[in-house]
């Protein structure tokens, strides 16, 4: 398995029976060893670690501070951003 920071939005298939997953760019996802490939050949992701990196010389793996800001990214999604009011739910209200 390949852990990879995408480059742009792009439906990604993990080989499931979920069918295609649109992922955003920015998102680190994981995904085999040939979709990896297929992937980083197409310039559509980058390889968050040198080892999995089947280019010579890392060509292909993302630098350091690009999968800091992707794992900063995935570890605050879903929370609301820094001084943006709460949600209220909008079920029945009665008045």
Do not use: C, F, W
């Not at 993990?14 to 060893?33: C, F, H, M, Q």
């Not at 559509?44 to 350091?64: E, F, I, V």
């Amino acid at each position: 398995m390949a852990k990879l920071v995408l480059l742009e939005t792009i439906v990604v298939n993990y080989g499931d029976d979920r069918g295609g997953v649109i992922e955003s760019a920015g998102d680190l996802i994981t995904v085999t060893k040939e979709t990896g490939i297929e992937l980083t050949n197409h310039g559509r992701a980058l390889y968050t670690r040198k080892g999995d990196d089947h280019s010579k010389g890392g060509l292909l793996t993302a630098p350091a501070d690009v999968v800091s800001a992707a794992e900063e990214r995935a570890s605050t999604k879903g929370k609301p951003a820094k001084g943006a009011p709460e949600q209220k739910s909008e079920g029945n209200t009665e008045t």
